[in-house]
């Protein structure tokens, strides 16, 4: 009953068979019903069975209906089959020749299931698994047993691991028929490819292997084999990007705070602990996230001033390459640079004969366009005003290039009041607007003076007209001396006579200083010293700051005249 297949003539069950045989014979003695029944494994080995052709020869197993004789006998011990009799009466009368019956009762299913690959590129183990990589197709090879029947048929799928790529192809069910594997003994073999089509980019793999082995009775084993096979020829890829530098000048990028790197990999198969990130030659700390099951993205961040060259290298496990990437040169620069001015000192008064001085500017990534000093000098011209004039410092030098630069003067040859600024950036942005000078301060504005000539002496309207005049009946007016110098004046004395006047009593003095001109001191001499009739001269002594001392009537300022109150006599003789 029940016939599974009928290969080559032979029927093939998966369940015992039960057979009746049926004589109708007058005369009828078991012994001459004489059976054989043949039981063969796969190999054509003998299967211990029931004697069949014992119990077909015994009379007491056979049932009498009339001249009818009937017996029963099961094949419930899994073999290759074949049962034939022959039957001869005692008149010796012979049966009609019997076809012999071939079949195969089969209740195991196949044993001893394998599967093995083609070499890889390599092998991991992770939690037990075991990874393949390969980047061509993997020959799967698969093998099982059956003892009685054979294999019939394999039926295989590669199966695509939960969470991967798109690009995985998958197979659910193809069948692999006997013609096409090979057999020797109990064993069957035979072998697919992973993936079944041509190789390409929409075909990859990552996954694992699943089939069941039949045979000619139906019965089956399933085999699902932990192994993870991946197969990809297809290289990653990567864009590698930064935060906006300041400015890109000469293929470099220069940055003023930190650099922040974005790697991002397409690749399918993907494994952030393969991927290697240098900065100069040392490697660094990346933190991957999966964008997708493609694409992934690594960060980091360069926070150390310096000079970076990044590199990104990476092969995956199924030695397909990446193009390296090797950065431009990432400057990182947060300092700000320094200017540096040797031989001034801040509000200083000086009288060399010879005075110069040199900037220096200084940094690691100097833009040298930016290195723009401005000195400024307030002159006295011959007709007492004052102008503002910047002085040239000549051309720019030099002493390493991006790093050190500088002007030099060799000499201010004008009594002046002098203003230095300077302003400077470096390729990072960093702004400096100081001055540094010796005494280890900086300044936003440096002045100083030369002030070789000393002070200068002049009058007001009224004492000119005085002093012109010379002999006066009296004196209208306070005599008002005016002094001026590069440099305010600060130590001095009126002498009335060649006797020092009080001041506060017998004169005052007020400081001018106003920007955009020289210092100004006025002397302002009370005219009451002058009430009685008597020769007068007036003289200021003073000292500035570049200690100086400066005589008023050494300065060409005479300051005298004479009180006459007494009329002439006129004497008539004769």
Known sequence: EKIIHTIDGRDYFDAEQTA??????????????????????????????????????????????????????????????????????????????????????????????????????ADKILETITFGYYNAKVTVTITAEDDTAGIHRFEYAYLKSEGVSSVNAELLKAAIEEAAFTVEGNKSTATFEIPKDVLKSENQFNGTVKFVAFDRSENNTEKADTRRVIVDNIAPTATITYNEPVQKANDIFYYAGNID???????????????????????????????SVDVHTGTFTLTEDGDYIVTVEYKDRSANEMTKYTSNRLTLDTKAPTINVSNIKINSANKDEKYGFTITANDINLDATSFKPVLTATIRNEDGSYGTKTVSLGEMKTVEAGKTYTFTVDNLEDDAVYSLVCTLKDMSGNAYSKVALSDGKEYEEVRFSINRNGSTFAVDKNTDTLVNQYYVYSV???????????????????????????????????????????????YVISKELFKSEGEYS?????????????????????????????????TISG
């Open 476 to 522: 209208d007016e306070d005599v008002v001396i005016e002094e001026v110098n590069v440099d305010p004046v600060e130590t001095y004395v009126v002498k009335l006579n060649g006797e020092a006047l009080t001041e506060g009593t017998d004169y005052t003095s007020t400081l001018s200083d106003k920007a955009g001109e020289w210092s100004k001191r006025t």
């Open 538 to 570: 007036i003289v200021v002594e003073s000292t500035d700051k570049a200690e100086t001392t400066a005589y008023s009537d050494v300065k060409n300022l005479n300051v005298s005249f004479v009180v006459d109150q007494t009329a002439p006599v006129l």
């Open 261 to 291: 790197a974005k790697i991002v990999i397409n690749e399918a198969n993907f494994y952030s602990e393969d991927v290697v990130v240098k900065v100069n030659d040392k490697e660094v700390a990346v933190k991957w996230v999966d964008d």
């Open 20 to 121: 009746t045989i049926t004589v109708k014979e007058h005369n009828f003695r078991a012994d001459d019903f004489v059976a054989t029944v043949v039981a063969q494994d796969i190999v054509k080995a003998d299967v211990n069975v029931e004697d069949f052709k014992a119990t077909l020869s015994d009379d007491s197993k056979w049932t009498k209906n009339g001249n009818t004789y009937t017996i029963t006998i099961k094949y419930s011990v899994d073999a290759n089959y074949s049962f034939d009799y022959e039957y001869e009466d005692l008149a010796q009368n012979t049966a009609a020749a019997y076809d012999e019956d071939i079949f195969t009762v089969d209740k195991t299913a196949p044993k001893n299931l394998t599967v093995s690959y083609s070499q890889s590129v």
